[in-house]
């Protein structure tokens, strides 16, 4: 049987004698014998567990991988004129001190502008775009760029989309942007009378009822800044 020696310090030794049973070993000092891993043998212990776990964690990044490729590889991307839309609607994210989701959307979001196979199978959350969670692609549809009517509408809708990157669910996404329009620009004033503008102030009472419970405000709206008249 062989085995392989490991000299931990000194010269090498050259020649190695084992001990038997009552004996001592000859020239051993500094000479550790390192006994051949059988492959067949789990290894066991804390290091084992490392290993079992590592290899959990590589297979399924790898599973998640696979998944993110198939959702871009059943979409395709926008065109560049609808590019330009995008990035002039998280240019005005930005300019409106929503700093951190323009980081998300210019940095680490892939955008597409037709459905992937994921979306075919999940209901689609509104008409203006989709995000998968958390892979962070994000679908555009027809009236972000139709129905919107300018880039402070498009940065609304990315805002919203920008949560879900970040987690968000319904709730909290259209809670956010309501909260902020003010900060965004985007307020009954500014738009009260555009699709858009009700189309999501409808949305967001049906997602958010509890932003509309204040009977002191102007259309119960608790962000509301202006008072209701008695
Ligand atoms: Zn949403």
């Not at 998280?90 to 951190?100: H, M, N, P, R, T």
């Not at 955008?111 to 999940?122: E, H, I, P, Q, T």
Request: aromatic letters at 10%; charged letters at 20%.
């Amino acid at each position: 049987m062989f085995y392989n020696i490991k000299h931990t310090a000194g010269t090498p030794v050259p020649v190695t004698q084992f001990s038997r049973p009552g004996t001592q070993a000859l020239n051993a000092v500094n000479t550790q014998i390192i006994l051949p891993e059988d492959p067949s043998v789990p290894r066991k212990g804390a290091m084992g567990i490392v290993a079992a776990t590592a290899n959990y964690v590589a297979a399924g990044a790898l599973a998640v991988f696979i998944l993110y490729l198939s959702l871009l590889a059943t979409s395709v991307p926008p065109t560049d004129a609808e590019r330009q839309k995008i990035d002039a609607a998280i240019d005005v994210l930005e300019a409106k001190g929503f700093e951190q989701e323009a980081f998300l959307l210019r940095h680490l979001t892939v955008f597409r502008k037709s459905d992937n196979w994921l979306n075919g199978v999940a209901e689609s959350e509104n008409a203006y775009a989709a995000t998968n969670f958390p892979f962070g692609i994000m679908t555009i549809y027809p009236d972000f760029y139709e129905k919107a009517t300018d880039d402070t509408e498009r940065a609304m809708v990315l805002l919203h989309e920008a949560r879900h990157i970040e987690g968000a669910d319904e709730r909290q996404a259209y809670t956010y942007v309501w909260q902020n329009r003010a900060k965004l620009g985007w307020t009954r004033l500014t738009h009260g009378t555009t699709p858009t503008y009700v189309t999501i102030e409808l949305q967001t009472r049906e997602n958010a009822p509890e932003l509309f419970r204040c009977s002191s405000k102007l259309w119960n709206d608790c962000t509301e800044r202006m008072r209701a008249s008695r």
